[in-house]
């Protein structure tokens, strides 16, 4: 039998990996389908579905405008914080108001993360550095401040920083919303019935991990970094979750109050209103 390949492109972080290890260590096998995985980070995943690099990858909720000619969201792999998010940091603790005179290091101009940055302070000065660098440039005085995301949301502290402002929390105090950080896109020119299957297995994939808790996290924690089991479990409990299995009318809502607030300020080029597999 002809097997249909297919890639999925995703992050080396603990809460992609717990969601996808079903399908990476073949517990779930698809009939007909090979599935190949590919680990980068989210900017250069955001980058690439610019140019419909892989079937089925892991996108930022406001790279979406610049992509949605060629993907359709997923309503299964979403990563939301309800009340808690992105993390500005720094050395010492001062006011959020004082964020527009200090330069922050971002982890990228495409991610979620910083479009909230902008939406909470538009006048805030940036340098993008890779993600898993950002917390060295801020203790190396390259940078005032760090927009975190991943496992450093839990770990800042331990490097001696202070939080200045938890940029999910603010959005749901001011818009009584969960914050929708990132999703699961599919390539539109992809058959219909094969685009359902996929969200279909893939929310298979988070049902196992979430059954199979101790071993999904086991898998996980090898990309986990520097997190023990307690911390990696919290820390895929945040963003692994129900909105996770389905992101539902709220997290939908989310999304389309973050992709119409970015454009009402300027900061995205246009509203698209999001098409779900």
């Known amino acids: 039998m002809n097997r249909r390949e297919l890639t999925i492109a995703h992050s080396p972080d603990s809460d992609d990996a717990f969601m996808f290890y079903a399908l990476a260590t073949r517990k779930l096998r698809p009939r007909g389908l090979k599935l190949t995985h590919h680990l980068e980070d989210i900017q250069s995943l955001n980058r690439k579905a610019k140019e419909s690099a ?20 997923m309503s ?50 940036f340098t993008v550095v890779p993600f898993d660098r950002i917390i060295d440039a801020v203790k190396d005085g390259k940078a005032d401040a760090g927009l975190i995301i991943h496992e450093g949301q839990l770990t800042f502290d331990r490097q001696g920083l202070h939080r200045i402002v938890d940029l999910g929390r603010w959005w749901q105090q001011t818009e009584k919303l969960p914050l929708p950080l990132g999703a699961v896109a599919i390539q539109r020119e992809l058959a219909p019935e094969l685009q359902d299957e996929m969200q279909k297995l893939i929310r298979r994939s988070i049902q196992y991990a979430m059954e199979h808790r101790d071993e999904a996290l086991s898998y996980a924690l090898q990309f986990g970094r520097d997190l023990d089991q ?3 479990d919290k820390f895929v409990g945040m963003y692994v979750n129900e909105f996770t299995i389905d992101m539902g009318d709220r997290g939908k809502q989310g999304i389309r109050r973050l992709l119409q607030l970015g454009h009402e300020r300027g900061l995205l080029p246009e509203y698209v209103d999001p098409d779900f597999v």
């Open 54 to 73: 892989y079937e089925i990858t892991a996108i930022s909720i406001a790279a979406y405008p610049y992509l949605s000619d060629r993907y359709r969201m």
């Open 230 to 232: 307690p911390l990696a």
């Open 76 to 125: 299964t792999g979403a990563s939301i914080g309800d009340g808690y998010g992105p993390l500005v940091v720094a050395s010492h603790p001062w006011a959020p108001e004082e964020l527009k005179h200090k330069k922050v290091a971002v982890p990228g101009e495409l991610t979620t993360a910083f479009l909230a940055l902008r939406l909470f302070e538009p006048e805030v000065e």
